[in-house]
């Protein structure tokens, strides 16, 4: 079965777009049929996987919103909206939201028309063994229909106290729809990134997080590593960059944990 | 005469926050009175500054809101909004949104009352020498009213490919309410932030930013400096917590600049 994780936090610049594209391309290395859901108007996922938002003709959120959750629950096939990538096995429904007209829209769209991205995911089904879906830095109308729509959410926790500080919050969301929308809602984990052992509150910070959150934080923990950022300046994930980098390694172990969990037949 | 600056991004994480709270407390040192206002849901500037939003019993965001712009154009004081803060000459109009549902309620109005921050720090004017306001990670509703009530935009870049590549739809907004509801708008500056010599990449995107932007980019750069982190941490500006570490120092000189260039009798 597909498992669909919703990668959120509403604290921006944590880390979740170098989670989806790294997770994906280690998960897709390793032999699962990936599809990346690029749900944030900023486009930082599309434009990491090769495809910028203003070179697209066809397809991606903005396509998939015009075409609406009952329209949606007719079609048969995901393909019309998604895109191939670099990597065999991995694909990607893009972001091609180009202006501010658009992004409103699409966030008043996520208020009237809640199950759209359910709908357009459930086309997927079968097909994938993982989808994961970035999503924007805020508790709004988007991210709030992102964990609707999953099976879980991995929540990237950088090692900052200003990100600590947002997680009330995104527990009180996941409380709220698993008691609305979305009663199977699980958190899939807490991933810390950006971790440096050589600076003292970085240390304190995970100590601090690792008793706070018990047992909700992955075994795998994500280095401060600059190749990670010189991978997305070269447009593609770490893995074709510099494989056997501490960020790129972390993620690969936290890629076999979860396929280990959700694939070990 | 009272300068409005919005800090603004697209991009989540790049220190929108971090100058907002230095700046502010560098400038009431200076002796200018200062206003900041958190727009930004997340509520980060509030819980730096002392205040944190779900122990605010009146005023705020949420109130302002609330009252409606054709109100506001009949109040006489923003004083029923704002706090105290631990610095004299810096007072704080806090962000007191604690669920989704108010969050989805104030990006609705943003669309539909979008008079209602300007005539809010309208009520501040010839109160304080400056008014800074920081806007949330996207390009949406919230942001647009922050431009529009602005006299100009500092905008942090971070030195780093993925937020570089958001500027092109910054600065397309700014051309379109240039030409529509803020003809004045201007470009503050552009703050390069978190810069570490002792990365290649890092030196690398400052020339480009340099080059790219002429003569936009502030003197000021903003260092990577942990003294930064851990004063948020503590919940004070760093001017109160190590008033001599590179970053404060940095945000001294920034406001040095914005001090003569808008005070200088
Ligand atoms: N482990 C890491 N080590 C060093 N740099 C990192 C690491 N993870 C991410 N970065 C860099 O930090 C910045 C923020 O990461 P990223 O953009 O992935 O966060 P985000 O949560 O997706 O941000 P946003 O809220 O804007 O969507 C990026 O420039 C990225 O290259
Ligand atoms: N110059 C710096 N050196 C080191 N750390 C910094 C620096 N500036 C900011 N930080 C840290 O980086 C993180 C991001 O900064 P900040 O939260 O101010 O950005 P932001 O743009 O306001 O984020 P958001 O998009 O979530 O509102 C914070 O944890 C902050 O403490
Ligand atoms: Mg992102
Ligand atoms: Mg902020």
Redesign the interface.
């Known amino acids: 079965k597909t498992r669909i994780i919703a990668i959120s936090s509403?604290?921006?610049?944590?880390g979740k777009?170098t989670t989806v594209v790294n997770l994906a391309a280690w998960l897709a290395l390793l032999d699962n049929r990936v599809l990346v859901v690029d749900f944030d108007?900023?486009g930082?996922t599309s434009?990491?996987m090769g495809l910028s938002p203003n070179k697209l003709t066809h397809g991606g959120l903005l396509e998939m919103f015009r075409c609406g959750a009952l329209e949606l629950l007719k079609q048969e096939q995901i393909e019309p909206y998604i895109y191939k990538t670099m990597i065999k096995n991995l694909h990607l429904l893009p972001s091609n939201i180009?202006?501010?007209e658009d992004?409103?829209w699409l966030?008043?769209q996520a208020?009237e028309d809640p199950e759209l991205l359910k709908n357009a995911v459930d086309l997927a089904i079968g097909q994938f063994d993982f989808i994961l879906i970035d999503a924007?830095?805020?508790?709004?109308?988007l991210p709030?229909m992102a964990l609707a729509a999953a099976d879980s959410i991995l929540v990237p926790l950088?090692c900052?106290?200003?990100a600590l500080?947002?997680m009330p919050?995104l527990l009180?969301?996941i409380r709220?729809l698993q008691k609305s929308s979305n009663r199977w809602l699980q958190i899939e984990g807490i991933l810390m990134t950006m971790f440096d052992p050589s600076?003292?509150?970085?240390r304190r910070?995970l100590e601090q997080a690792k008793s706070h959150f018990q047992g909700l934080l992955f075994d795998a923990v994500i280095p401060r590593d600059?190749r990670l950022?010189?991978a997305?300046?070269a447009h593609r994930p770490v893995v074709l960059y510099d494989m056997n980098s501490p960020g790129s390694l972390a993620y690969r172990s936290l890629a076999q944990h979860l396929q280990q969990k959700y694939r070990a037949e």
């Not at 509403?10 to 944590?14: I, S």
């Open positions: 509403q604290k921006g610049g944590v777009t108007p900023q930082s434009r990491c180009t202006s501010t992004e409103i966030s008043q208020v924007p830095p805020s508790l709004s109308a709030r950088q900052e106290e200003m500080g947002t919050r009180g969301l709220d600076i003292g509150y970085s910070l600059p950022s010189e997305i300046a």
